[in-house]
């Protein structure tokens, strides 16, 4: 009985996956409106989807969460980098070129500003914390961009791989916070407009967290934040093995 | 069709793509710069043009489009099911440290950066 529902779980993975990503949303929305927070619903589907993930991580060591159980494994072709670009690109359907335009300026700055401030962040702290070769403050200050300039700064620098794990995590720590946190301090910072996403996209930039945070927040402003977001590891990947790294050296090498 | 929207925003998808990979090769990184970006500013483009010249898409190519963006946030609540959560809380106190003031000074800086750079009229809308 349960081999045979795991065979099936095993064959049509990628529908099992759309089944019970249905089933967490329905729990989510259930619960945000019984707590009469409708808007809080995939706010609560993506944490919920966090702590599955972890769940998963600890029950199988693994790095992709629940993707990493085999009758789960379509989760990680939903959940992929493929869908979600196929996704977000949609998004941009419907964007109006003058907002485009109005908000252009403000998010190449944020762009530029977002990576050298997560760097610098990000360096900071691995200073404090007792590492002083430039190489691993540099890689840790890449980390604080993005989990994939922190192990090409790392890798461009040689860093052990040790202070890459740590990089990586400290991206890690960065894209998921910004899924939780950004729906609660969306009014704050005033996230609700055009031009407010492509500077939020272009301050955090990492891809996962701008999406899911953007997603719990307001629908309409995905493909604003998205936009920007999607050249700030490439500018961090740019930046942070080269000039960015020469002034660390300057500083304490 | 409805299959004439997601084979547009494929187009768009490997365009953009192709882009943003011929970027990074020409700055000497690897990997996809702003490849998303460049397709989502040419679907933009291709969709205001078509308006423009009064022949928006046909509605089911358009619903074909609607479909794709309304899956969108199940897919992120999948690609949070398969995030390295572990690896976030086991990364110790630099990790989170670096990783989180980032963040949190990130977003503390939006208002002021939104406020310093748009033009005036902005505040109409907000």
């Known amino acids: 009985m349960l081999s045979l529902i795991q065979g099936i779980f095993t064959s049509y993975g990628l529908v099992g996956a759309f089944l019970l990503v249905a089933i967490i949303m329905l729990i989510s929305y259930t619960f945000a409106s019984s707590i009469k927070q409708k808007r809080m619903g995939s ?50 359907f419907g964007v109006k070129v003058e907002n485009l335009k109005k908000a252009g300026i403000p998010g190449s700055i944020a762009l530029v500003f977002g990576v050298i401030f997560s760097f610098i962040v990000g360096s900071i702290i691995a200073y404090l914390l007792g590492y002083t070769d ?58 609700d407009n055009p031009t407010a996403a492509m500077v939020y996209g272009g301050m955090i930039g990492t891809t996962s967290g701008v999406a899911g945070g953007l997603a719990a927040t307001d629908p309409k402003l995905i493909p604003y934040g998205a936009m920007t977001a999607t050249f700030y590891t490439g500018l961090g990947s740019l930046l942070c093995p080269s000039v960015l790294f020469v002034l660390v050296r300057a500083l304490i090498g | ?55 928006p898409l046909h509605e089911r190519t358009q619903n074909g489009i609607r479909l794709l963006s309304a899956l969108y946030i199940p897919i992120i609540v999948a690609m949070a099911a398969r995030q390295n959560v572990v690896a976030a809380f086991e990364g110790g106190a630099v990790a989170f440290l670096a990783g989180g003031l980032a963040t949190i000074g990130a977003m503390l800086c939006i208002p002021f950066i939104t406020k310093l750079t748009s033009p005036k009229k902005d505040k109409e809308a907000a």
């Open chain 1, 43 to 92: 706010a609560i589907a993506i944490i919920l989807g966090l702590v599955i993930a972890y769940v998963a991580g600890k029950y199988t060591g693994g790095t992709s969460g629940v993707a990493d159980i085999a009758v789960f494994s379509g989760f990680g072709l939903l959940g992929g980098g493929m869908m979600r670009d196929f996704a977000i690109i949609s998004t941009a």
């Open chain 1, 134 to 191: 430039p190489v691993d403050v540099a890689t840790i200050g890449g980390g604080a961009v993005t989990f994939i300039v922190g192990p090409v700064t790392g890798g461009a620098l040689g860093a052990s791989s040790e202070v890459i794990a740590l990089s990586i995590a400290a991206g890690v720590v960065k894209s998921i916070l910004t899924m939780i946190i950004t729906p609660f301090i969306a009014p704050i910072i005033k996230l």
């Open chain 2, 1 to 55: 069709m409805e299959i004439y929207g997601f084979g547009l925003v494929g187009l768009c998808m490997f365009i953009g793509t192709f882009l943003g990979r011929s970027l990074g090769v020409a700055l000497g990184i690897s990997g996809n710069v702003g490849g998303v970006g460049f397709a989502m500013l040419l679907l933009v483009a291709i969709t205001n043009y078509l308006e423009g010249k009064g022949r």
